[in-house]
Structures are given as C-alpha cells and as structure tokens.
C-alpha cells in the first residue's frame, strides 16, 4: 500500500498570503488529522475528519480550516498568512476515528516570509 | 485538558548500555498511550502503544496509572536506536485528539 501523500513539500509564501495544502490518506483509510510541527511548540493538534466531517478541532483561530472529500482525501487552508504559521504540517490517516493509531506523511514545510 | 509532559530533550547513552526514556501525562480518565518515533529523514511512525504491552525492537513500556508514567525502556541501546522519540496521549470520545509530548533525541554513540 502506498503510504500518506502530502502535496505539496515546499513552499515559500509571504505574509497576507494563503495557502492549500494535500494530502492522500492510505487507501481505505476514512480519517485524516492535521498537526503542526514547530521546533518551539511541538507537534499540536489542527483537525480531524472522518467521512467528510470534521469531529475534532484544536486550538488554533479560524484562519486554519479544513475539508474532506468523498474519496477521503484532505485539504487544509490558511489565510491571511503570519510568519508565526512557518511550520511544518503532518497529515495522518487511520483506519477508525478516534484512535492514536496513525500513519503518517512526510508533511508540507511551510515557510512565511 | 490532558497534557504530555518528556521532561528531557536529549539523551546520550554509549551502544550496550539500558535506556530510560521518561514520559508523564496528566489526565484523569482512562487514556491511551503510545510511543512514536521517527528516525533520521524518515516519517514518524508508531513504535508501541500501551494496550498491546508487546516489545517492539527490543522496547518496551509499561503503563503506570499511579505515577502517571509511561517510560521507555530498552535494556541495550543499539546505534540505530538513534532517533527523536515522542509520547502521546489519546482520549477516546467526543473530543478525542492524539497529545504529544516535546520529545527527546536518543543518541547512541558506539
């Protein structure tokens, strides 16, 4: 089975800006949750969807949001870019909601100028 | 709200010798936890998780609802041992989410 893609690795954006990242759960995998990686922070919670739904949501503001399509496959969207988003963002995808069984992807290294 | 606390950010062991990777979480339910790790240029990945109280390359962790602990342990480091290790919390429910601890660098030297 071909592992979590996360689309894309890179990318370079400038304050204001927004941004849309991908990501591909395994297949037959119907939950996907987002973090995100910083060096000071950690790994922090984004979201989680299951079946096109979200069921789960961390603290951060409403610039960061999310969606699912029906084949699974997620997408998450920052607006209004700050240069404290500069992060790295791991998708992961399990088999059943709610558990902290997870599979993750290499993640999509943002960085905000 | 829970939380994950690995109060070390890096271990330095020689090859052969045991270690302790220490992890304590907050939580007054009943929680899951895991160990994830993730070695150089490659994806984290989930290494145990308490439930299945199995040794996973030569790891084993035991949960310990008394102390709040859930350490790692290997009685003899191997050099490709060498990775970032995480722990994680996860709470089944309405509102769970997987917490993860800072993590630690193991580094074994040979």
């Known amino acids: 089975k071909a592992g979590v893609t996360q689309t894309p690795r890179y990318l370079i954006k400038t304050r204001g800006q927004q941004v849309t990242l991908s990501c591909s759960p395994i297949?037959?995998?119907?939950?996907v949750s987002w973090y995100q990686q910083t060096p000071g922070q950690g790994l922090q919670f984004l979201f989680e969807y299951f079946s096109e739904t979200q069921r789960n949501k961390g603290n951060f503001p409403g610039r960061f949001s999310g969606r699912q399509f029906s084949n699974s496959r997620s997408e998450m969207n920052v607006s209004t870019l700050e240069l404290g988003d500069s992060a790295l963002y791991l998708c992961a995808s399990s088999g059943r909601p709610n558990t902290g069984e997870l599979f993750f992807g290499e993640g999509s290294r943002l960085t905000v100028l | 709200a829970q939380r994950v606390t690995q109060p070390e950010k890096l271990l330095s062991v020689f090859k052969g010798a045991p270690v302790e990777l220490k992890c304590n979480y907050s939580y007054s339910g009943s929680p899951e936890l895991f160990w994830y790790v993730q070695y150089s240029r490659q994806r984290l990945q989930l290494l145990l998780r308490?439930?299945s109280r199995e040794s996973i390359k030569g790891f084993t962790a035991d949960l310990n609802k008394g102390e709040t602990s859930f350490h790692l342990k290997k009685p003899f480091a191997q050099e490709e041992d060498s990775a970032m290790y995480y722990c994680a919390l996860s709470v089944t429910g309405a509102n769970s989410k997987l917490t993860f601890g800072k993590g630690i660098t193991l580094s074994v030297r040979p």
């Open positions: 308490h439930i």
């Open positions: 297949s037959g995998h119907r939950s």
